[in-house]
């Protein structure tokens, strides 16, 4: 789907394995802080509102430590790294008042979707928001647990605006215990997401014991048949595991595409194919068989869509930019993404020094 086109609970053994990662020492850093004569890293950054900083980096997982505020007024300022990643939701601080934060960003080549543009090499961070104060950043290289994803346009790192995918809002909600690497690509389907050697196998590879690895792809499965989208599951539930990792199934968003009383119960807004196939149904089918935990985002979302009505649910999509009841604006995006968070923290998949 391009743009134009459109609970089960973990071992214990699962959780002890996440819990004992986060608490992994990170090997020796390298630091980068600017130069600047004071230590604060600001010698990599320039503008105001917003202040952008860019690191001469190599590809890896980098922690990014951050002073806010100072400034002889109230601040209110937010991050996003790379491709329009919201790494900091809007921190206020006092006039005077300082605030640390600290997160981890996912630095690879692409720095967007996997099949996109190259982007900048490096990593690029701005400070954005109402206010932005920005005192000091360091940035150093780590080893952290990794939140993988797969999937496609509705889950990507979208480059830009006002397309914007949950997976790309996700990192916001993290501690930098762990990183978000996003491997999702806008038109892929179940067969073309394992095909495709910057997709499925450039994630497989970097998949260290112990990672979630979560799998949201039906959009694209137009005219998948029944047999063939449980088989390129059911492979990536194997490969995943046969890497270390866990893998998380994630059934698809709606559609915001309502009946006339206002309820989602429809094929179009629940992913059932051209030939009859229900996706959502299938992959809560696997989850079952597999004993895999399933995250259903097509129960969450019909609910929340429906929550908020024909008139109130435009706000999650792009109705009123581009009339498409498929792709999800920055709203959309950040509240599914919450909701994913909170299912995961359900099925005790994160450990609690991992969630902000």
Known sequence: ????????????????????????????????????????????????????????????????????????????????????????????????????????VDVRDPEGEPTGATGTPGLDLTFGGAAPQLTSVHVERVRTPQILLAGDSTVCDQAAEPYTGWGQRL????????????????????????????????????????????????????????????????????????????????????????NTDGTLDNGTALLVNGLGVDLPAEMRALAAEHDTPLVDLTALTKARVEELGPEGSKALYLYDEKRDNTHTSVRGATEYAALVLAELRGLGLLAPRAVR
């Open 1 to 104: 789907m391009r743009r134009a086109g459109t609970a089960l609970l973990a071992t214990c053994a699962a959780v002890a394995a996440l819990a004992a990662l986060t608490t992994l020492a990170a090997p020796p850093a390298r630091a980068h802080d600017g130069r600047s004569g004071e230590g604060d890293g600001l010698g990599h950054c320039t503008g105001t509102a917003p202040v952008v900083c860019h690191f001469d980096v190599t590809p890896g997982t980098y922690r990014v430590r951050v002073l806010l505020g100072g400034g002889s007024v109230p601040g209110s300022t937010s991050v996003t790294a790379e491709s329009r990643r919201a790494m900091l939701a809007e921190t206020p601080n006092a006039a005077g008042e300082t605030v640390r934060r600290s997160f981890t």
């Open 171 to 258: 990192p916001q909600y993290l501690t930098d215990r762990v990183s978000v690497a996003n491997y999702a690509d806008s038109g892929e389907g179940s067969q073309s997401f394992r095909d495709n050697p910057a997709l499925f196998p450039a994630l497989r590879s970097r998949i260290r014991h112990g990672d979630l690895v979560l799998v949201q792809l039906a959009h694209n499965d137009k005219q998948t048949e029944r047999e063939t989208y449980r088989a390129n599951l059911t492979a990536m539930i194997e490969e995943v595991r046969a890497e270390g990792g866990r893998p998380v199934l994630v059934t698809p968003i709606v559609r915001r595409w309502f």
